[in-house]
């Protein structure tokens, strides 16, 4: 199964794709992760991506679409993915639809989680408590979240059905107690915890 989350930082997209993909098992790939792993390995795209992503904007779209290609067309993800930060912009989901039209690959499933801004702020001071990440610093969160509406949520074409041969739509919540309206996607068995920060 291709699963694609939508939701803006703190809205729990990483935790539902984690639990997601120990039940399907299929890969949970966040591009998040992977330029938090350049950052940490130090690489010169790292280098360039720590300051961006420290002001809570966007890091290139070339960039992080080079990244996405290079795990999305690893042998584990053959079977299957779970797509978690990407896209996050208009020109990001036509780049989206050209590379899993390329390789083959449509999406099966998009999912957008709606949680109110005082929600995530919230979540993600404990966060940042905890784990210490720069974006999650409340002045930072504020401006991904500014960045979230200008330039994400009018992301609306791979969450439309009639773009996809097999493509549904979802939407859920996943502040305080879920009301997940997953429709018929029993499969994918969502909202065992989804009270947790993601
Ligand atoms: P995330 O963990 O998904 O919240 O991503 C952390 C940060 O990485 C974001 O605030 C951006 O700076 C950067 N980032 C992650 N995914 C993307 C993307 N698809 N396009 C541009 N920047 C991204």
Redesign the pocket.
Known sequence: MRIVFFGP?GSG??TQATLLKNELGIPHI????L??AAVKAGTPLGIK?KA??DA??????DI?LGM?EERITQPDAKGGFIL??????LA?CAALEDLLARIGQPLDVAIKLDVPDSAILARCEIRFAAEHRA?DDPAVVRK?LE?YRAQTAPVRRPLRPDRQAQGRRRRGRSAGGVSADFGGAAALKLGRDPTRVG
């Open positions: 930082n997209k990483g966040s591009t998040g992760d330029l938090r991506a961006v992503m809570g904007q966007l890091v290139s779209d992080v996405l978690d930060g990407y896209p996050r912009n990001q974006d991904r960045v």
